[in-house]
């Protein structure tokens, strides 16, 4: 490089000898008015190449002197930021550990540095929300969400919040903007749905829960959604029902068995859809079919309510005959039978029915007691004191409660919807054991 440059300095010189050599005459130079100097050209030459360079070297010490600056002031935030972010972890790390009060100050710290440390703002958000703080929840959320508008986890705290405030339509309105950013968002798409089931917004629940469904989930997520819907559907029937809607309750439980032959609970509000709007044999032909095709015992239960009910505990009786014929071996039926029987108070056939049945295959404390009040009607005390002593085992009422076969979870009344498990058409008869969980 040094060659280079000796190089260069010898071309300059030489050129410069050859114009001193070709340009031996003066110039006038005027630097003022009365004021003419005559220069040679040569000197002329050197001054504006010496102009030139000086220019140029200072436009170059210039823009040096602004990249320090630059370069001085970057660093000098950098270390800042270092800092800044050095107390947020920190503060991050106490949060996650709950120490609160710690967290609390050391994001403080954060923020009074950089007051747009959304991060921090966010964290001491969810202190003050997790100490039921509210508003200053809210003012840290809000101050994040101005400098970061389209922050889906600043929009989902502020959901959060509203939703615990019980603003239903400030809460929904925060997953719109969020489901404006990404409409298959899956966090806003389940947020909304239980906002919508909390509300008992069943046909807007739906229009969500249909999103869900389509979204990128697993399989077996999407199993469990399929389901899903199948149980919002029959809250929707239920609503209607409830709001004296027969007609279109009707509509949706047809829909809803067609899908899944199996929901037993949507016979059973099906047949109440068809009684509320005057049509009594749709009704006892739903819930007959609907023991045909799933063979829940509840159904049979409910049939025979209404049966007695209108006055045809014969055709009740015919009933259960039909079903024992078709299935001989079904000890539970012949134990119905008995009991439907006593409840007519036909002893000596509920006596007949119930000790045909085979006890080795069902032996319920039920059916003692049961076989304990028909000898105590018949006055055969011993028998029934005996009967009684079989039963004495027994956890369970004479009247089989119902029960969730998949929790366990055991209930005086029939419902649609387990409320333990939250699961739809678990609910059955608890007949010797059916419901071990």
């Not at 005959?321 to 000890?331: E, M, S, V, W």
Request: charged share 30%; aromatic share 12%; with cysteine.
């Amino acid at each position: 490089m040094a060659k280079l440059y000796g190089f260069l300095i010898i071309i300059f010189l030489a050129a410069l000898s050859l114009l001193a050599y070709l340009n031996k005459g003066t110039v006038g130079l005027t630097v003022w008015e009365g004021k003419t100097y005559e220069l040679p050209i040569i000197s002329l030459i050197l001054i504006s190449t010496f102009i030139g360079i000086f220019s140029i070297l200072i436009v170059v010490v210039i823009r040096d002197a602004r990249r320090y600056v630059d370069y001085w002031q970057k660093q000098r935030q950098e270390k800042k930021a270092l800092k800044v972010q050095e107390v947020y972890s920190k503060g991050r790390d106490a949060f996650f550990a709950s120490r609160y009060d710690e967290a609390c100050e050391l994001l403080q710290r954060a923020i009074e540095s950089n007051p747009s440390h959304v991060n921090a703002l966010l964290r001491l958000g969810d202190i003050y929300f997790s100490k039921d703080d509210l508003a200053k929840a809210r003012d840290f959320y809000t101050k994040a969400n101005r400098i970061k508008p389209r922050s889906v986890e600043i929009l989902l705290s502020l959901e959060k919040l509203s939703e615990k405030e019980k603003k239903w339509q400030e809460a929904l309105r925060y997953l719109d903007n969020i489901l404006e950013i990404n409409d298959e968002n899956i966090s806003a798409l389940y947020r909304k749905r239980n906002l919508f089931e909390a509300n008992k917004k069943w046909a807007e629940l739906l229009d969500v829960q249909y999103k869900i469904i389509k979204s990128d989930i697993p399989i077996k997520e999407k199993q469990k959604e399929q389901k899903n819907l199948l149980g919002f559907k029959y809250e929707l029937g239920n609503y209607y029902l409830e709001e004296g809607a027969a007609d279109k309750a009707i509509k949706v439980f047809r829909s809803l068995i067609k899908a899944d032959p199996n929901f037993t609970a949507a016979y059973l509000l099906l047949a109440e859809a068809y009684l509320k709007a005057g049509n009594v044999e749709e009704a006892e032909d739903v819930l007959e079919k609907g023991y045909n095709a799933n063979s829940a015992f509840i159904l049979l239960a409910r049939l025979e309510d209404h049966l007695i009910a209108m006055g045809e505990p014969g055709k009740t009786i015919e009933l259960y005959q039909k079903a024992i014929q078709k299935d001989p071996g079904n000890q539970k039926l012949q134990f119905f039978l008995a009991k439907l029987y006593y409840r007519l108070e036909m002893i000596d056939y509920a006596l007949e029915a119930a000790v045909a049945i085979d006890t080795a295959l069902f032996d319920s404390s039920n059916l003692h007691i049961l076989l304990g009040n028909i000898y105590e009607r018949r006055t055969q005390h011993s028998k029934a004191v005996e009967e009684f002593k079989k039963a004495m085992k027994a956890e369970k009422p004479f009247m089989s409660p119902f029960c969730c076969a998949k929790c366990g979870y055991t209930s005086k009344d029939w419902t649609g919807r387990c409320p333990e498990c939250r699961l739809w058409n678990t609910f059955a008869l608890d007949i010797d054991g059916t419901c071990k969980a």
